[in-house]
């Protein structure tokens, strides 16, 4: 992939501080570990946005007045640097109203931070499962639009940057909102560059359970379809208000397309829909986004569509005139790997990223269903 810094194009240094221009003229700058320490109260857990397995994420305000969040990981090892190093080379490629834009980075002697703008509105895992989802902030609009530019976000990833890139961590705490509620997809700490004629490449697994494609959590076969079938995931947690694994009494625990498939199946699409939204949906749309999702969610990575017929379909534009489905083709996760979850319903923190290789070669197992186009595969 070549150095964290590569991307950059040119450099210049005013008044002490370096700013970075990149070939699409995006600029941003190197931080001072001090000038980071002062901006976020000494990394107080007051100023503390969120955690994962990567580190925390913390609200600034720089000297000049400037709000914005910055990114500590937690340990310098090689697999820190190599995050730090694919994000930083990553956000300095992309360029879109959907993506989070890199503000600046420090990379110190011990230590490895991001810059980013500070949304204000946190994450699309805050308002579905968080602090303010009591609030019903996200109404219907809200949704469909959150919905639609995380997917176009997705499709600039996947058709319209050179080299190509898959970002395998699709998933609502990545989703970021603005003050107007326009999403920008975030953390390209695990994602790949695609090298041109390249469909496939076999990876360690990495990732949030409940979101991961299964020939990537299996036998971690990672391609544009890892991320389309991730975003029928968050498409269908968005719809439902539900989160992609649920523990139910007992200690079970079912994903989303366990509880979903039933109701599909019988047409029963209003019975999906957050209830918090009062019965105030779009019901053209629902069935649309409800089409969508089931066809991103199939098991066999060349069932599912790519992102340009997401968005296509989403925006009410399918010119290969798809039928409605109905059935939900997909794999089931087994309790070998339930157990590897690390969310309760008392957490509603994103519980970060997760390295999974230890999926390898775990088998899981087929949903069965009556006849369909597909055969006699269905969920149980």
């Given amino acids: 992939m070549g150095s964290a810094f590569s991307c950059c194009g040119s450099e210049k240094v005013e008044e002490g501080l370096t700013t970075i221009t990149t070939p699409n003229?995006?600029?941003?700058?190197?931080?001072?570990?001090?000038?980071?320490?002062?901006?976020?109260?000494?990394?107080s857990d007051d100023n503390k946005l969120g955690e994962g397995g990567f580190g925390s994420v913390y609200w600034g305000r720089t000297s000049d007045g400037l709000q914005i969040a910055v990114?500590?990981?937690?340990?310098?090892?090689?697999?820190?640097?190599?995050?730090?190093?694919?994000?930083?080379?990553?956000?300095?490629?992309?360029?879109?109203?959907?993506?989070?834009?890199?503000?600046?980075?420090?990379?110190?002697?011990?230590?490895?931070?991001?810059?980013?703008d500070y949304m204000p509105n946190l994450s699309l895992l805050s308002h579905?499962?968080?602090?303010?989802?009591?609030?019903?902030?996200?109404?219907?609009?809200?949704?469909?639009?959150?919905?639609?530019?995380?997917?176009?976000?997705?499709?600039?990833?996947?058709h319209e940057v050179t080299p190509h890139i898959i970002h395998r961590d699709i998933k609502a705490s990545n989703v970021l909102l603005d003050s107007d509620f326009e999403p920008l997809v975030a953390d390209f700490g695990f994602a790949k560059l695609i090298p041109e004629g390249v469909s496939?490449?076999?990876?360690?697994?990495?990732?949030?359970?409940?979101?991961?494609?299964?020939?990537?959590?299996?036998?971690?076969?990672?391609?544009?379809?890892?991320?389309?079938?991730?975003f029928g995931i968050l498409l269908l947690e968005i719809l439902t208000g539900r989160?992609?694994?649920?523990?139910?009494?007992?200690?079970?625990?079912?994903?989303?397309?366990?509880?979903?498939?039933?109701?599909?199946?019988?047409?029963?699409?209003?019975e999906l829909v957050d209830p918090k939204l009062r019965g105030?949906?779009?019901?053209?749309?629902?069935?649309?986004?409800?089409?969508?999702?089931?066809?991103?969610?199939?098991?066999?990575?060349?069932?599912?569509?790519?992102?340009k017929e997401v968005?296509?379909?989403?925006?009410?534009?399918?010119?290969?005139?798809?039928?409605?489905?109905?059935?939900?083709?997909?794999?089931?996760?087994?309790?070998?790997?339930?157990?590897?979850?690390?969310?309760t319903d008392d957490d509603d923190r994103d519980p970060g990223n997760q390295e999974l290789g230890v999926f390898g070669h775990t088998k899981v197992q087929k949903m069965r269903a009556p006849y369909n186009q597909f055969g006699d595969q269905k969920m149980h």
């Fill in 25 to 43: 003229n995006a600029t941003w700058r190197i931080f001072t570990y001090k000038e980071l320490h002062t901006a976020t109260n000494g990394f």
């Fill in 71 to 116: 990114k500590k990981l937690k340990a310098m090892n090689s697999k820190a640097e190599m995050e730090f190093a694919v994000e930083v080379e990553v956000l300095g490629r992309v360029r879109h109203k959907n993506l989070l834009g890199l503000r600046g980075y420090c990379a110190g002697t011990d230590q490895r931070l991001i810059v980013y």
């Fill in 128 to 158: 579905l499962h968080g602090q303010y989802a009591g609030e019903v902030q996200l109404d219907w609009k809200r949704r469909m639009k959150i919905a639609i530019g995380s997917a176009e976000g997705i499709l600039y990833l996947h």
């Fill in 200 to 230: 496939h490449m076999t990876t360690r697994v990495k990732g949030t359970l409940g979101y991961l494609a299964p020939e990537y959590a299996m036998w971690g076969k990672v391609s544009e379809s890892c991320d389309v079938y991730s």
């Fill in 243 to 270: 989160k992609p694994i649920e523990k139910l009494p007992g200690g079970v625990k079912r994903t989303i397309t366990e509880w979903a498939e039933p109701l599909i199946v019988k047409g029963k699409f209003k």
């Fill in 280 to 307: 105030d949906f779009d019901e053209n749309q629902l069935k649309q986004a409800i089409n969508v999702a089931v066809l991103c969610v199939q098991s066999e990575p060349e069932k599912r569509p790519n992102m």
């Fill in 311 to 343: 968005v296509n379909t989403l925006t009410g534009y399918d010119p290969r005139g798809k039928v409605m489905q109905t059935r939900i083709e997909t794999l089931a996760y087994k309790e070998e790997l339930l157990a590897f979850d690390q969310t």
